[in-house]
Every structure is written in C-alpha cells, then in structure tokens.
C-alpha cells in the first residue's frame, strides 16, 4: 500500500518509564488520528543492556549511546528527551541548535535559570516544541479547561491541588534518581510540583507569590543490586500557599508518602458560580458543579468524558469505553505533530515549562527562607 | 406556659426497636414542626421486665401488658401497633372498632386476605390509618417522587431496587421472630420486600405480574439465652421480576445475607429522560440524571437532599447539616398527626399496606408454584 | 411512675441554632443513654418575639431575656452558652464564679486571653465545663481517634484539614452576626477554624508554627428585613499551612464560599502505615487505609460506622441505620453529664477551647504580618 | 535489528469497532509483553471504502473484501472474526477446517447448535480458539476470580450482574445490525448477554435454570445516509433471573436504554465471608469486602489495581497509572498467542462460547414461552 505524507524521524533519548510512554503514544497517534506525515521511530537512544531489545520491541529502526548521535542526524526532525532532569538543558539547547523540533518532558529544567535557557534557544530557532505536561492532554482537564475559560464556573477563587503517591512510604523503597537534588534538583517540587503549577496555571490563573515548607521522611535508601545506602537529598513531600494574579489563593501539597494514594493528582477549583473536581485515578471522570439558585438537583455531576463530544473523543471508542493514563501522551504528541505539520502552536511549550519553573524556584525558596515569595523576584 | 391546641393520646403496642423508632418520632414532632395539638405519649405497652424503665426512657405516662387495655381505654387517640406482624390485625381491627386512629407498622398483615380485612375496619371506622412505610418519610425519596412524577426522567422503563443487609450471614445470628413463619408470615418477603413494592408503587407504577425465586442459607439458629436452636421457616433471601402496568419492567432483591451490605436499600429507576439512584446507607443523597442530548456536562449529580427548599427540610438544620435514618418516622407520623388535625389524607395509608401485600402474596405463590404470577389473581 | 435520680436543671442561653441543637440533644439523652440523673430543661434565655413559643415547643419549663437571671438563679445546675461569641466570656466567667457547670459552644472566645480568662474561672470555680467542638462526638471521628492513637496508621505525617460550605457565595445572602468582627471576632477562622484546629489536636498532634492568608470576596451585605447594607468585616476563606509538634505537616482550607460544599468537613490525615478520610457530608463513614506490604487487596476501605461495637452504636438504632448531624451533640452532652454526674472528665475541656484559640489567633497574626508564626508567641 | 522467533500471521475480518479494537490489541502485544513470536498483521478484510485507508492506518501489509481469500491463505496463521454475528459460523467453521487458529468474538454464534458446530470444528481440527470474552482480561476482575476461587468470599450465594449502557434511549439513534434478529440473533440478550452471563460462569458457576422478560422501546429508527426507517426486531433490554448449580442465584439485567449509564458493567457478587464489586466505568477498581467478625474496620475497599503484583499489571505502567477499555484485549489475545506458542491452554475457548450460547438460548426461550427453562434442556 502506498503510504501517503512525509516522514518525521523521531530520536528519542531516554528508554525507561518515560521513553516507553512516548513510544507507545507516537505508535498509536497513526492508528487513531489522522497525521498528515508519517511518524517514524528511527533511534532509540540510552544506556542499558536492553537497549537493543528494547528498541525493538517498542519499534525503533536504530538504537545508540551517545545522544550526541541524535542531535546530530540530519535525518532525524524531532528530538524527544526522557532523560533525568540534569540533561534536558544541554540536550534541547543542542537540538534547537541543529535546527530539531524538541519534546522535552517535564519538569523542563532545574531551574528557572536553565529553563530561561532553553526557551530562548528553541525560540530563537525558530523550532516547535514541546514541555511535556502530559495531563494537559487528559480529556477530563480538556473539558475543565474549557468550562472554567468559558466561565462555566464564574470567577476562580480557591484551588486545592494535590499531587499525592505512596511509593516512597516504605523504606526499602530504593533510590532514585529523583531523590538526589544533583539529577533532579528541587526533587518531587520540580516532579509533581510542575504538574499542579502547570494545571493551575492551564486552568485558572498565573502564580503571584508562594509561602511553602517540606518534609523529608526517609533519609537514606537502600542502592538497587548492591549492599550500599544512599543518602536522600529531596524532600518527600511539599506544601505551599499560592496566590494568583486575579486574586484567586490556593493550597497545593505533593508528596510521594501518602499512604494509600496511588497517583492521585487531586484537583478541585471553586469559582463564585460553580467548580470541578478531578482525580487522575478516575482520569475519564470530571465531576463538575454548576450552582442554579435554589434549584433541588443542584450537585456536582460525575461526568464520564468519553462522548464522541467530548474533547479527543471522536478518535477513540463509544461512549463510556474509558480510555487509561497512557492516552493523554497521544494527545499531547498528536498537538506537537499536527503544530510541525501546520506550523501552528501546541499547547505546553517551553515557555509553560519556563513560567512552571519559575513557580517552582520560588516554592524553593520560600522553604529555605521560610517566607513568602513573590514569583516575579525569581530570576 | 400556656399549652395549646387539643391533646393527642397515643398508646403504643411494642416496646422494641420499632416502638422505640416511634417513641422518638412522636417526641421530635413539636420541636421541630407546628402541629396544632398536643402529643401526649400516653400508655407503652408490652411484655418484658425492661417495660416500665422503658416506659418512664421515653416519657410515656403509663404503662401496661395487654394491648386490649390500651384499645379499650377511652383516654386514648392514636393506637401506634409495633408488634411482631402476627398480632397487626387483630390489634388494628378492634382499634379501628373502638373509633381509634390507627398506625400500623409494615408490612401491615401476615396476607393479603388479612390486610383487606384491617383496610375495611379502618375505612368503615372512618379513622385516620397509616401504615408506616417509613421510607416515604425520607427526603430524597420525597424528592425523587416530585422528579418522576413531573415527568423529569420521562417514562419509567426499569427498575432495580434491591434492599440487603448481612445479620443473617453468621449462622451465630440468633433466632428472631421474623425468621418464624407463624410470626412473620413470608418472612423478608414481607418485611424487606414490603419496602420495596411499596417504594415502587410510591415512585413508579403498579405491579401487575410477579416471578421469583428464594434462599435459605441457614437452616438452624441458636436461641437467645438458652442452648436451643431453632428451625429456620423464613427464607434469607428473594429476587423476583416484575412487570408494571405502564410496561416498565424491574428486578428485585432482598437478602439479609448480603456481605457489607448494612442497612443498603438500593433503587435505581431509569425513565427515557434520566434517572435516580439511592442508597438508604447514604440517606441524605440522592443522584439524579436528567438527559441533556450531547451536553458535555452530563452526568449524575449528587444532590445533597439538604437544603430548606427540599422536602421537609424547612424544619432542620442548615444545609448539608445532614439527618439519619430515625428522621424519616417523624416526618411520616407527623403527616399523620395533620391528617387527625385537618381531618385530611396522609401518605402510606392501609390501602397502600394491603397493595402491597398482594404482591407480597404473589411473590410467594410464584416461588412456590415456580412460575409467573398475576397479582390480580390474589385474594 | 417513679422518676429516678437527682435533677440536673440546664439554663441555656441562646434560643437559635445552636439553643435548638443543644436543646434537642438534652431530650435525647434520657431516651437513648443512661445518666443517673435527671436533665430538666429549667429555662430558655434569649431575644426574640419567637422565644416563649420556642421555649415551649423546646420544652423548657421557663424562659427570660437576661441572662444574668439564668447565671444567678440557684435553681439552675448547668448554664449552657449558645450565644454570639462576644457574649461567652463574660457569661462562663459569671457562670463559673456562681458555681454553674459551664457549656461554651466553640469557638470559646474572641481571643486567647479572652479564653485564658475563662479557663482560670472554671479551673479556680472547680466546675466542670465544656467548650462544645461537637464534632469529637461523631462516632466516625471517634473511631478515627482510636485508630491513629493506637498507632494503626503509624506516625502521623501530613494532615489535609478542610471545612467548606457555600451559602456565603451569593452576595444576596444576608448579613450575619459572624461577618462582623466585633461579634465573631476572626469570623470564620474562628467560627470554622476552630473546628479544623481542634479536631487535628484531637486527631493527631499540637500545632506549633503556622501561616496562612485569607479572602473576602463580598465587602457588604443586606441586613436582612430592611433597605440596608453592612460592611463584611470577617473573611470568606482563609487558607493555612501548620507545622506540628512531633514533625507533620498539614494544609488548612476553611472557607463558606466553596460552591457546591454544603457542610463538608473534609479531614484527611496520612501516617507511615496507613490514612484515614472524612466528610461530614457522608458523617456515618469513615474511610481508612492500613498498608499491608504487596496485599493485593490493599485499598481505603469505606466503614459504616454504625455497628453496635462502633463507638456510642450501642445507644442507637441495628447496623446500617444511620445517624445525622445532630446526634454528635448528644454523644457531647451525655459525656459532659456523665462528668458531672461521677466527678470525672468529660471531652473537649474549656482548656481545648483556650489552646484551639491560641492557634486561631496565631493564625490570624500569620495573615496580618504575612509571615509564619510560632504558635507559643501568642498571649 | 535481528528479529527473534517465527511470525505469526495475523489476518483479521472485520474492519470497524471490534477490528479496530483487535488490532490495536495486536500492535501492543509486542511492546509490552513477550511473545517468541512475532506477530504480523498481514491481511485486513472488510467492506467499505475506508478499507485501504484502514488497512495502512492499522498497519497491516494487505487487504481484501472476501473473507475466503484470509481463510485459504497459507500464509496466514490465525483468522481472527470480528464481523456481525451472523457470519461467525461459517468462517470459523471454514478457518478451523483450513488449519488456522481461530479467534472469534462474542457472542460465539446466533444459537446454541451454531455454537457447538462451531466448537466441534476447531476441537476437531486441533486449532487454537478463543472466543473474547474480553473481560475475562480486565486486571480487576482476574483478581476478583482469584480471590472467589481462593475462597476468599466463602460459598457464592448472590449476584447481581448488569450491563447498562443508554445509546438505545434516543428514537434518533440509527438502525445498527444488533437490532436486527437475522445478524444478531437474540440482539442485546447475545450481546451484552454474553458477557455477564460469561462472567458469571468466569467468576461464580453454572447456570442450571433461568427466567426472563424482555423490553422493545423503540420500534423503529432511522437508517443512516437515508430517510429510510427500519423496524427493530431485538430487544433494547432483557431481564432474567439464574439459579445456579451450586444453589446461587442471580438477577441479571442487560440494557441499552438505561439513562446515564455509559457503559455499566455492574457486577456484584456476594459469599458467606464477603463480596465483590465492580463497575467497568471504573475499570482499574474493585470493591472487595472480607467479612472478619466484629472488626472495627469491616469495610467495602477500592483497590486499585494496578500494582505489579496485581494480574498482568507487570507488564505496564507504575501503580496508579490507570489502564483503559482496550487493554483487556492486548490480555486475551496475548494469552491467546501463548497458547499457540506453548501449544497450551488459553482463557475462554469456544466451549466457554457454547457454554455462554446454551444459557443465552435458554433466557431467549424462558422469554417467548413465559416461564422457567432448564438449561440442560436446550440442543
């Protein structure tokens, strides 16, 4: 069969938990949406004896170790970086450089300082990208979105944002690279904490000034395969006071020792005519309330969003065939593609990832300081 | 202070849980509503050594032993029957003769034959008559009445209604009268299924045909303070179908056997235009969908059935200031103290009792003859 | 019939919400607990056109106007305090000095030396006396003590606290005492506040430095009943953040402009070996997590809280049949009764009240300077 | 790269929902799991224009309209039937005969003796066979059998099985082929028959005896791309009762005119020692309620599943990151090709189909004649 459109080769840096999500989302994007172009794994870049299987089995052309390879292929158009946070910096701005259009999950950088960097490289480039905010692609935060930017809940005044897990409870739980500030720097503020500031900012409103502290639960970890310990130098959990520009204040916790939650990002927004709850264990449920004065059913509504209707839809299944954490990356990286074939704009680019770190260092900073911070003092 | 308003005798036959449910009830009646008349709690009668203490707990004036005293007695009102079903009719046809206003608990006879009977006393008397299905006394349920009957789900087309509990499932559970088919006749049949054929006829339609079939788990039971055990005649479970006058169609379960499930009454109707769901372990909530065609926001709403423009709670608390499961028997034995007061109609009278018993008596006969049963062929 | 026992004769004071509530816990005690003595409703003391038809219906023998008569009369036994804040201290110090057993509704003053004061006089007067935080008297939140006490969710790590109510949001909702500061002092960190503030005290540990800001969405009101508008003085949400004696941390929302939240007092408390969750929406259950090392079975269970081996069950009604609002007020009183009556010590002391207020205050202190505050600077 | 193992070739009837939802299955195998094979999608056959398009976009290498050429294809390994019901038969009959092994959706057949021709075909030719049941690989509720099957619940006594979606409810919705008694058979009652009635079989045991009814609320409806109207000659709800061969029983209901129901798959299932519940809108949790006697904490708990110690979770995501609906495909079809790799044994054969189909036969008969019917009587 003939296969219409042009390629796009992806070289796709970093094969673990998040290479393999990026993977599976560019292999369904042609199956369930309609690409001009056509997506062509072409390298698969890591460190790892299953390099090569797993090239294979997630469909790559080619795998290397050095992701200088990547960056430097003139047949590769778009380089996607699932590495640990302390290389996103050098690897985008080398990419931007050799004129590549750039994914970069999330959190963008270390810093705001970095992530300013890196923004101003791909700008100046003139290349698409992309700061992977992956719950931005999430049906459910789709319909939020539009029923808050509609006015569907009236002005935003208070949010509850809670980016709440449990592996880190027990202390056998061995180290990670997120646990050491050098790899990951402000650790589960950057990791979960970009998600919320990036949801609060996709869904209500701009960050003004935080107040936070932390906790650090479990101070030395176990090395996998080996008989060391290491010392743990991010906190376990974060706390912060936001408010926003329009005068909006929330409260935000992250913390990977909440026993019991088990990737629960728990938002609920009130407005002064309505407000939506979301938990991304029930990522196909936005329940949503809309107050009618006096009216006897008034009540927050469970809405299953998967109608044909319902943002993303039309692509996937009937009604009420619930779709699972993995497809919002498809949507995400659907966007991405469809702003290089069109030349337009994708949602969460650098620059959100920029704005997020900038929020980011501030918590940061409010916690060493143990004060108040205003966002705008961060630079 | 001066009293108003003329007395109200009552003399309650039953000093059990459902005298007690009573007792409370007629206690809350004028501090919470506006009755025109006083309520006096006048005689409590029963058999037991606990009687007098009991009597004096919730503040009747008198007591005595033989219900006919309470019947005969000139002083009295209102004769309130909460003893086992075995002694309904005979009690509530000699109170109806004596000219008492008379509440009867459910279901109100051990047959159908029975319940006609009680229903002519009542109406040749020309006295107020109730029988108690408490569960139209609560709010949501009032409230999901009003729904349907202004045509907010449309045509009713389906019903699950299901009421389980699991007392029964430890084959410790003692013996009690209702598992002895002489005291309580068809046993869960009538005493759960009652609630049930009765809330569909109170929500939906008339049953017109009936096939069901039934479970005894255990066959002996321990009798309370002794070393006895006693043969179980009551079943510990039914499930029947049930076909509706208008067409809709339902499926019913009542078990006593039913693990977790505490006190669950469990109704989901389901018109062409919405539906409601209920749970009675949930009392103050109700979840109403009312269908919107492609409307992004659609979704059952929990209705937290609170508020002062819902059904009787003018009365209460404030909003979301929730009541229990005791609340639904004030406000039904206050809608018959207005119907003595304004020598008007209360809800859930005899005849509503004797409906049902039919169908009680036409689910049994289907189980027995193993087949589908007319309820207008019991007599 | 013989009554039994001494009388325990109640002048309370304030016939309105929280008059009826107090009020109807008094009636039930007889019925459903066991005191030794008699509790007589002796005289109902408030202001009104309404009040000698409500000390009627309450079933009060007596009513007044002045408090003062209540607090001298030797007659009276216990003075139950369900005024406006402003009002409490100077009736408990007067109380207190006559010998009266003191009830105090929360919060126990407008500040923590109003609260200090009032504490001494009961100490020094050696009577018994109560700052009412109803909500210790939830049989859920009982439970949910018991739990974390004896250690089943191990040590205490991060609190989510949260009481959210609605009816502030529309800006015609009239104008009431607790938006005024000279009445209600910090309003609803007070009103509110005080019962998150306890009930985290109660639940888990003492509050040592916090810091939070808060909102006032509508600056004035109508005065019910006339043409006019009143400045809002008290804030509509305030948002905290608390760091606790023995190393957790807790987020802290009060707010009565959270749409779609009637009565939600939403607790959520994390330790090392499990979590427990609370809404007083659903005040019949309690949620709880105990982690068990790869069960597969691991999950928050949802407990009904309604088993006669649950807390206070055993006064009520079988499993399942569940309880309201009003009955944590009961399970309050009865305790307070039961102190009187066996020279013991009932819950929530006037000096939870005083340590409740210094955290409120230190609160308040926290918005205005914008700054944390340690808890021990207040005075 | 080298590519490991023999292939397997892939050629799939029936390009829409089902091949859709097959194909994508077929894609993820190799990513996610480890197959010594590897699968090749090679022939795609369908009618319509959309095939080619189709075809590429799923990713297979050919495509044909005549379901014989896939059939005698030598090259081609599995036939895989995803076409109406009708067809089922004589393709299945025919690729068994050719040597392949057989995949076919459910419901197996249009009756009972299609079915058993169908299962003595592949039984005789030796070839592999599933029938998807494709809930059978939901994660969830491979833990449900697991805990049943352990004893987890005690005894079975009680189920409540429903399938409930609400497309049907709108006169608008177009004539589809499952409304039509020649493709489809018994229509909803083969369906979503099928699979509670699998289900239960899957879960708890056989069915000995059944009793249903069964509901038409649209007669007739608009065929699309037309003006034309096509009468509706199978139901839009069924509801039946179950006596099993263990002494369970059982209410089933299946419908696709339930308001507000996506697609519900409600299933309940209670012991002597606990019960299990699940909803397939929520497809990643199962309510599991263990009875332990006089326990403080009894308690329905949602457990997510999705640990990688609960069933098939290993192979994808960290805990909590939700699956889909499509997911339980990939399950099945990889058990499916290990079956053929090992020349083992796979879940839900063709006799597991026929099973399904008695049962179905024998609701359909209960339904005309009115009455209880023997399963063991139907041929």
């Not at 778009?78 to 690897?91: A, G, K, L, Q, S």
């Not at 949801?199 to 639960?217: I, K, Q, T």
């Not at 030349?343 to 620059?351: K, V």
């Not at 997020?356 to 108040?372: P, T």
Request: neutral net charge.
């Amino acid at each position: 069969m003939n296969m219409k459109g042009k390629e796009l080769r992806v070289g796709l840096i970093g094969h673990k938990f998040m290479g393999k999500a990026h993977s599976n989302a560019y292999r369904k994007i042609p199956m369930f949406f309609q690409p001009e172009s056509r997506i062509c794994l072409d390298t698969l870049c890591g460190i790892g004896e299953d390099l090569e299987e797993t090239a294979r089995r997630y469909g790559f052309s080619r795998f290397c170790t050095d992701w200088r390879r990547v960056v430097e292929d003139p047949k590769i158009d778009i380089v996607d970086i699932c590495t640990p946070d302390n290389f996103h910096r050098e690897i985008a701005v080398a990419a931007a450089g050799a004129g590549k259009h750039v994914v970069c999950e999330k959190p963008l950088a270390l810093s705001y300082a970095e992530a300013r960097e890196m923004t101003g490289a791909v700008t100046r480039a003139g290349v698409k990208n992309l700061c992977n905010f992956t719950y931005r692609g999430v049906p459910a935060l789709m319909l939020a979105r539009k029923i808050i930017k509609d006015g569907g809940i009236g002005r935003v005044l208070q949010l509850d944002m809670r980016y709440l897990q449990d592996f880190a409870l027990s202390p056998d739980t061995p180290f990670g690279w997120r646990m050491d500030t050098v790899q990951a720097g402000p650790g589960i503020a950057g990791d979960k904490g970009a998600h919320v500031i990036d949801l609060a900012r996709f869904l209500a409103d701009e960050p003004v000034e935080v107040c936070g502290c932390s906790s650090l639960y479990v101070h030395e970890r176990p090395v996998s395969g080996t008989s060391e310990r290491k010392e743990v130098t991010t906190p376990d959990a974060v706390f912060f006071l936001i408010n926003f520009h329009k005068g909006a204040k929330g409260v935000f916790t992250v913390s990977n020792a909440s026993a019991g939650r088990k990737n629960a990002l728990l938002l609920e927004i009130y407005g002064d005519r309505g407000a939506i709850r979301f938990d991304l264990e029930r990522i196909n449920e936005l329940e949503v309330y809309i107050e009618k004065k006096e009216d006897a059913l008034n009540g927050f509504r469970t809405v299953n969003v998967t109608e044909s209707f319902h943002p993303m839809m039309y692509a996937w299944w009937p009604s009420g065939h619930v779709l699972g954490w993995e497809h919002a990356f498809v949507h995400q990286l659907y966007g991405f593609i469809r702003a290089i074939e069109t030349d337009g704009r994708n949602e969460s680019a650098f620059e959100d990832g920029m704005l997020a770190q900038r929020v980011i260092d501030a918590v940061g900073k409010s916690i060493v300081e143990n004060r108040w911070i205003r966002v705008d003092t961060i630079h």
